[in-house]
């Protein structure tokens, strides 16, 4: 069996074209994998936690912003 110009080229090719593709793909994941990273040490918001203040007419624990505590028998306007 010999080994001839064209097949050669041929090997060479199909060679090549593997490596690109798996550099590709791999540049692809670690994209992903960069942006997972900076999406995780990115800090939330200020709505993401807040510290709950009781209610001031049934001393039911409610946020801030809340109009009322939620329990049909709170005294305050829904």
Avoid: H
Avoid at 7 to 17: D, E, H, N, P, S
Avoid at 50 to 67: F, H, I, Q, T, W
């Amino acid at each position: 069996m010999m080994i001839t110009v064209p097949k050669l080229v041929l090997i060479i090719t199909v060679i090549l074209a593997v490596w690109y593709l798996l550099r590709v793909v791999n540049r692809g994941t670690s994209a992903l994998e960069r942006r997972r990273r900076s999406a995780a040490a990115r800090p939330r918001g200020k709505t993401a936690i807040e510290d709950l203040v009781p209610c001031r007419n049934c001393g039911a624990y409610v946020s801030p912003g809340a109009r009322d505590c939620g329990r049909p028998a709170c005294p305050q306007a829904r």
